[in-house]
């Protein structure tokens, strides 16, 4: 588990990071995200001991980085954005060599071999580094991160510069470590912390701004008040009947089809749920819902809204690092 507690860094007069607290549980892949400048690069840094912070704590699986750095990586795994590999050096020659630079106890052949076929390398194992593909060298990478099998995984843009079908095959592979292994992802791919990401956490100008799961950011932001619908049935007639439910703000017509089916955007009050009140009212009077979802945001939507400045009440006890189920 990876747990971070009023967390702050400060350069001169500049906080970097100011007062975050989130945690990944185990068995859990988490999102993080920020634009530019938002202090996610300086978080990372200290989960991984590279910088100390100048005020709180960051335990990986209990052990405060600060006090104990060398229990502490002993747990972790690391990638970062440019591989640390050696150019010159076989696949082979370079995993030993971070196998003994991290005192790994693990029986070493079998240890290596498992890794390998894990991230699918067993046949570039005696070839030179520096002959591989940008996609082989991510995989390496992702090899000596796995190195005496790590508790914690913490990747950095693990799919930067590779192309769609590596991008998929590294995507399935950390959904797959996350099974055993907690995961901090930090990517600038939106669709990939979708696709891979239990949580996500966002950070913006040095604060957390969000710490939940897409669904319920998606849910909090858009809210189920808001509903788009395709009826069949009399535009005007089912106009008139929406709009006399109780609750209901605001009913507007956007466009209209062949065989009398129409699309509906409902607003209803914030808090107020008229789905089935929705539902009676169409089948008493013998329409047909075709179509009922409510207006939820994309993750592009979220992180745009979540970073453009924009006041989100609602997440409020999200942003201080407690999952809401």
Not at 41 to 49: E, F, K, P, V
Request: aromatic share 6%; proline share 3%; glycine share 8%.
């Amino acid at each position: 588990m990876i747990e971070v507690i009023n967390l702050t860094k400060q350069y001169g007069d500049k906080k970097a990071v100011d007062n975050i607290s989130f945690k990944a549980d185990d068995g859990e892949v988490l999102g993080f995200l920020g634009p530019n400048g938002a202090g996610k690069s300086t978080t990372m840094n200290i989960l991984t001991g590279y910088i100390s912070c100048t005020d709180g704590k960051a335990l990986i699986d209990g052990v405060d980085i600060l006090e104990d750095p060398i229990k502490a990586k002993q747990k972790i795994g690391y990638l970062p954005e440019l591989p640390p590999l050696y150019m010159d050096m076989t696949v082979k020659e370079y995993l030993y060599f971070v196998y003994d630079l991290k005192k790994c106890k693990l029986p070493k052949i079998s240890h290596l071999k498992d890794i390998c076929s894990l991230v699918r390398i067993e046949h570039v194992y005696n070839r030179i580094i520096k002959n591989l593909s940008k996609g082989y060298r991510q995989r390496v990478g992702l090899a000596q991160a796995l190195i005496g099998n790590p508790k914690v995984l913490i990747l950095d843009e693990p799919t930067v510069g590779l192309d769609p079908k590596q991008i998929i095959e590294i995507r399935t592979l950390i959904k797959k470590l996350g099974k055993n292994h907690t995961v901090i992802l930090s990517s600038h791919i939106l669709s990939e912390v979708q696709a891979v990401c239990d949580k996500i956490v966002v950070i913006n100008e040095g604060k957390i701004v969000a710490n939940d799961t897409e669904e319920h950011l998606s849910q909090k932001l858009s809210g189920e008040h808001k509903l788009s619908a395709q009826i069949e049935g009399d535009r005007d007639k089912i106009l008139r009947t929406i709009q006399g439910i109780k609750g209901i703000d605001k009913v507007v017509c956007d466009a209209e089809h062949k065989n009398n089916v129409c699309d509906f955007r409902i607003e209803a009050k914030e808090g107020v749920d008229i789905r089935r009140e929705l539902f009676k009212k169409v089948a008493e009077n013998g329409w047909y819902i075709l179509e009922l979802k409510t207006s939820e945001l994309s993750l592009e939507d979220i992180f745009l809204k979540l970073t453009m400045g924009e006041a989100v009440p609602a997440l409020d006890n999200a942003a201080g690092g407690e999952e809401n189920d």
